[in-house]
């Protein structure tokens, strides 16, 4: 018999807010432990929590841009579990009444997502829609150190109550590797929208995994697991294909898979049982009596929907329709919001999609990661890389000399005019000037010019590689190709 996966995500995305989600502690990262507390984040008797009115607008946010319907009359409830890193004894969350339910987003999925045509750009690849079936906003959970050397275990509650946005797939994707494009695809969303920095390494997005296997034609469920707090792409990936394995091998010896919630080793690579899983009723959801329902008005909402930026998808769509970019291309420059407005920045200036594509994606992204600085702190300004493209384009460089001018853009931040003035990088275009260096190299080299002008063709390259070197790479290619040509066959129809 042959099985399907049935996998559902339940991203954490932990918002930019500068206080949390109930109270006015800071949320700075790396702050030293316990230092953003007050009485709220302690729960302690009599402290009174007041909802963050930006934590319930980046919800709006993100709910318009996945089509959601907005709850305008929604509710905080607590979520009861004991835990260390939740000092109150429950979570402030949202239950049956959620801010944000029945949306969808797009997604686009490589159609070879391992082999090497999914990193080409001519790789295929199918949109599909991707259900949400809920945003909830809530707060985040202390953390918890353990110190293995000393045997102790730490609690460190800065992060208690920071805010959450909870957003819940339905059951659509079928593979790991959907998994993880849905999960990019709702990193990048957050990231353009402006509400998280998504940065999974610091813990600013986790997700957890729901997965069951079906009969490939049966429309009924199957017993699903829950992998909980993953922190990576590539461990969503691995943590998926490791517990489809298992709950495979278990169908198949006739057992039935348990429903638990589970962990992934991210070291071992495998899925390990942490307790059998929860239903709401173990949390024992009740409305929160110290928080009244929460009321949004329709004009708050249009209020945000008038201030949305462009959506990534709307972007990539004038990447590719009016600017001529590849699929691939267009995807890699909506990565990241910062990316798409240094293109765009670019563009202004040199009006060259392609060349302004090609110059940040391979020239300056290499350059980036190789001195191992983000793209906000490149010493090369966009305005100065359009005037470098622009030059270019312009004849006024040769290629080899504008990567010349690039790199030395990127050691000392200055403008291309400036550095080529300084340098004397000026490109020789006129055809007197050409005319003489090539003339020198035929000199130079009598007898191989003479087997070029008895019509040797493969000695075009040659001569054209001379002539640049003799002009200290600052001749302009093109016309040195015409002039070479020219009095080639000038010396043919003398010696004939």
Known sequence: MEYEAVIGLEVHVQLSTLSKAFCGSSTAFAADPNTNIDPV????PGALPVPNREMVEYAIRVGLATNCEIRQFNRFARKHYFYPDLPKGYQISQYDEPICERGSISVHFPDDPK???AKSEKAGETIR????????????????IHDARTQTSLIDLNRAGVALLEIVSEPDLRSPSEAAAYLRTVRQLVRFLGISDGNMEEGSLRCDAN????????MKFGTRTEIKNINSFRFVERALEYE??????VLK???????????????AGVTRPLRSKEEASDY????????????IEQAWIEDVRGSLPRLPEQIMHELSTVHGLSAYDAGVLTTD????????????VCGNARAACNWLTSELFGALNKAGVELFASPIKAVDLGRLIQLLDSDAINGKIAKTVFEEMFATGGSPDEIIKDKGLQQITGDEQITAIVLEVFEKNAETFAKYVAGDERLHGFFVGETMKASAGKANPKKVNEILRKEAAKRADQMS
């Open 284 to 295: 024992r959801y009740f409305p929160d009596p110290d928080l009244p329902p929460l009321v």
């Open 253 to 267: 010896s006739g057992k039935l898979v348990e429903q638990m919630t589970m962990h992934f080793d991210s070291v």
């Open 337 to 348: 919001r910062s990316v798409v407005d240094y293109f765009y920045a670019v563009l202004d």
């Open 129 to 144: 829609s991707i259900g949400i079936k809920r945003i909830h906003m809530e707060e985040d959970a202390g953390k918890n």
């Open 41 to 44: 984040t302690l729960g302690l």
């Open 244 to 249: 489809i394995a298992r709950q495979l091998a």
């Open 211 to 218: 997965i069951s296997l079906r009969p490939v034609g049966e």
């Open 115 to 117: 082999g090497e045509a």
